[in-house]
Every structure is written in structure tokens, then in C-alpha cells.
């Protein structure tokens, strides 16, 4: 028995267990960069966790994983994260760090909406307009923790909707010749819904938004569906805009499963977190002198601040934070704050306690489903 890596690309390994020269059982780590605020990590994505049925219940599956966590934290990668069954990956450090949000209009009560620009099907080849989708979707997103940096010599359009089983239709919204927004549908879905992966409009114009809500509306009644329902961040600028047609939003998150994620290396994501961290402090305005040290299960970082300046080091430090690696992962990414954490989940000096609201504020990371591997 042994376990190897193969090279599958210059950003795909396949983390593989061999039995008598046979692999059994396997996943795959895709390099991602990942947003936590306006900065990005680099992000181990784990998928494709497989084992042969005449191989299961051995353990193989597991040995994997933490292979595959060992190869990661030997290259420094700052975070790792997959989207998983429930009940299992927590077994091994991961912590769920985003939540699931479906906003769902009636087809009759989207009829008003009006069109102001032209519709056009996303030619994947035309790299232009390529390049103008990456920028509306990096620019809609710049800010939002866990979506992943759109980066042209890799993003070549829509290679998924909701699922893997068929390519979704993809938009553009056209105000003459300018691509100003986009959106991506799987009309092969069963039942009486439209369902929209994803949306993106320059600078969330409402008028480019309304142009897109009323070809789907069309679609919708071609269709004879009931309703449309778009998969988006709850706090997405679109809910705001369609509030006048009325809608049912709907949140799940999850205790053990879906979006899971955990910290390979604490220096390495620290390194890469610090001109986020500026900018927040910056943000807050808040006057700082201070050191306090992150003490996890993992290992222990401080943050030396003053003023709008933090260094990252791994000396004593005058405050302390103690917490499991899994609560300072939903913490970093914004799935939960300092205040929420306190009651059950980490031990604080009291004085700290402003900085870390002031460095972790509380948002809604989002992976999109185009980008979920």
C-alpha cells in the first residue's frame, strides 16, 4: 500500500492510494485563489473523493485526506476547502463557512419587468466578451470572502450550472456594444422552476438587472414554469431590486456539511490576510497599539497592530485568543464573528475584543455555483 501524487496540470494533483499496483482510492486538490475580503489565498479545492465499492469501509478514503492535508501543509497552502457530505469532513478540520441562499419569484409577478438593453448568448470563444464577463464578475465580487478570482488564462466560460450534468445557457446584457451584464441558467432542471446559477451586472446597475429579469420572465411563461429562482449571496444587491416584485428567500446552513473549509498554514494565510487587514483597520479608524496571539490546535500566530500597520509574527504577544483551528477559519472568512464565537467556542482577553471586531467583521462568503468544484 502506498500513496502518491500525480500531477495533472500546473494546478490539478491527484492524491491517489495504491493497493497491489491498483489505485482504490483517490481525490483531487484544485489550486484556486480565493477571496477573504479584497485579498486572495491560494485554496486547495478538495474534490472528486472516490473509493472503488470493493475497497470501501477500509479506511482508504480517510488516509487520503490526510495525505492530501499533509502535501498542502508541507507547500504552505494557506487554506484548503471542498464541498462535502455531511457528518464527515469535519473529522477532519474542516468547518462550514458559507451558507446556501435561494431567492424565488413568481414568473406572473416578474412579467412587468421591462427590457432596456439587448440580449445575446455568450460566445464562449469570443474572448472579448469573455474578458468583459471576468471583469463585471471580479468587480461585483471584489469585496465578497470565498468567491473565487476569475483569472482569463483559466475562466473560459460556464462549465457548470448547478450540476455537472449539463452546461448552462450564458448571457450577455448589451447597452449598445458594451457587455454590461451576464447570466447563466440550467433550463434542463425538472419541476416548476427556472433555475439561475449566476448573475452579474456593471456596478449593479438596476436597469441591466431588470433587462435580464424580464428575458427570464419570457423564458419562464415559454416554459410554462411557475417560478424563477436565482442562487445568489442573500445580501446581493439583485434582492434589493426585486423586492418590488416580491420574493421568498430562503437560507440553509448547514452544521456538518456542503461548504467546508479549514487553515492548511496559519503564517502563510496571515501573510496573505495582512493588506485586508490594513484596509479594514483603516476602514474602522480605530487607534490600535496592541499584539495579541491566535492560539489554535494548529499552531499560534500574533498580530503586532498599530494604528492601520500589522505584522505578522510568532512572538509573545499582550492578549491572547484561544480557539479550535475550525472556529478562527469561520471567523477569518466571515461566516461568523468574535461576539458569536465567545460563547461557546473561544477564550479572549476582553481587551482584544474591538480589534478582532475591527479585523473580522461578519459578512456572507459565497462560493458561485459555476465555481464550485
Known amino acids: 500500500m502506498r500513496l ?3 500531477h495533472e496540470s500546473a494546478y490539478v494533483h491527484k492524491v491517489r ?12 486538490i484544485v489550486d484556486f485563489p480565493m477571496r477573504i475580503g479584497s485579498s486572495a489565498v491560494l485554496m486547495g479545492g478538495i474534490a472528486g473523493v472516490y473509493t472503488k465499492k470493493e ?5 482508504y478514503a480517510s488516509k487520503v485526506l490526510r495525505h ?15 464541498f462535502g457530505i455531511p457528518n464527515f469532513y469535519h473529522k477532519f478540520g474542516y468547518a462550514v463557512f458559507m451558507g446556501e441562499h435561494t431567492l424565488s419569484i413568481m414568473v406572473r409577478d416578474l412579467e412587468g419587468a421591462r427590457m432596456h438593453y439587448a440580449i445575446e448568448r455568450l460566445d464562449e470563444a469570443d474572448q472579448k466578451t469573455l474578458r468583459s464577463v471576468i471583469d463585471i464578475y471580479n468587480e461585483n465580487n471584489r469585496e465578497r470572502s470565498g468567491t473565487i478570482v476569475r483569472d482569463p488564462s483559466r475562466w473560459k466560460g460556464f462549465p457548470k450550472g448547478l450540476r455537472w450534468d449539463h452546461k448552462p445557457l450564458a448571457y450577455t446584457v448589451l447597452r449598445d456594444d458594451e457587455v454590461v451584464g451576464y447570466f447563466a441558467y440550467d433550463p434542463w432542471q425538472f419541476g416548476e422552476t427556472l433555475n439561475v446559477a449566476e448573475i452579474g451586472a456593471r456596478e449593479h446597475d438596476y436597469k441591466v438587472y431588470e433587462t435580464m429579469s424580464a428575458y427570464l420572465a419570457r423564458e419562464g411563461v415559454k416554459g410554462r414554469y411557475a417560478s424563477i429562482t436565482f442562487y445568489l449571496p442573500c445580501d446581493h444587491p439583485f434582492t434589493r431590486f426585486t423586492m418590488r416584485y416580491g420574493y421568498v428567500m430562503k437560507s440553509h446552513y448547514p452544521r456538518r456539511a456542503h461548504g467546508m473549509a479549514r487553515i492548511i498554514d496559519l503564517r502563510a494565510l496571515f501573510e496573505g490576510l495582512r493588506p485586508e487587514l490594513e484596509r479594514r483597520l483603516m ?23 498599530r494604528g492601520c500597520s500589522v505584522e505578522v509574527s510568532e512572538e509573545e504577544a499582550n492578549y491572547k485568543l484561544k480557539m479550535r483551528q475550525e472556529a478562527l477559519t469561520q471567523l477569518i472568512l466571515g461566516y461568523r464573528d468574535i ?3 465567545l460563547y461557546d467556542e ?8 474591538p ?8 459578512g456572507v462568503p459565497y462560493v458561485w455555483q459555476p465555481d464550485r468544484w
Open 4 to 6: 502518491e501524487v500525480v
Open 17 to 28: 492510494l495504491i493497493v497491489n499496483e491498483e489505485p482504490v482510492s483517490w481525490l483531487t
Open 55 to 59: 475497497h470501501r469501509m477500509k479506511g
Open 68 to 82: 492530501a492535508i499533509k502535501w498542502m501543509s508541507e507547500r504552505r497552502y494557506p487554506l484548503s476547502a471542498l
Open 283 to 305: 476602514r474602522a479608524r480605530g487607534e490600535y497599539d496592541m499584539s495579541v496571539a491566535l492560539e489554535t490546535d494548529i499552531g499560534s500566530i500574533t498580530l503586532k497592530v
Open 339 to 341: 461576539g458569536d464565537l
Open 346 to 353: 473561544v477564550k479572549a482577553d476582553t481587551e482584544a475584543l
Open 355 to 362: 480589534l478582532m471586531d475591527a479585523l473580522f467583521p461578519r
